[in-house]
């Protein structure tokens, strides 16, 4: 059985930064793409940035040049750099394939963006 565990949410204050974590068991992160999402209360789940097998990259409008999404195929870990913080990021951040999403949701990790 496939499972994604998310880590590295917290409190920072806005302009802060925070690194997240996806790992992988019963699954090779580097077959597929890899993508991570965000869901804020009382909104719809959406994708937050995307990293294919190639690692080309895509990124939500609301992120882009804050955020950088990366993958350590040997640690079979992906990664979401997050820079420039603002209160409009905080959210629950999963990871999951990209660009469909293939694998029952993790518990997420929190963000929160407050000062």
């Known amino acids: 059985q496939v499972q994604l565990v998310e880590s590295g949410g917290g409190l920072v204050q806005p302009g802060g930064s925070l690194r997240l974590s996806c790992t992988a068991s019963?699954?090779?992160?580097?077959?597929?793409?890899m993508g991570w999402y965000r869901q804020a209360s009382g909104k719809q789940r959406e994708l937050v940035a995307g990293?294919?097998?190639?690692?080309?990259?895509v990124y939500g409008e609301s992120v882009k040049g804050r955020f950088t999404i990366s993958r350590d195929n040997a640690k079979n870990t992906m990664y979401l750099q997050m820079n420039s913080l603002k209160p409009e990021d905080t959210a629950v951040y999963y990871c999951?394939?990209?660009?469909?999403?293939?694998?029952?949701w993790g518990q997420g990790t929190q963000v929160t963006v407050s000062s």
């Open positions: 999951n394939t990209y660009p469909e999403v293939a694998i029952p």
């Open positions: 019963g699954m090779r992160l580097s077959v597929n793409g």
């Open positions: 990293i294919t097998r190639r690692f080309s990259t």
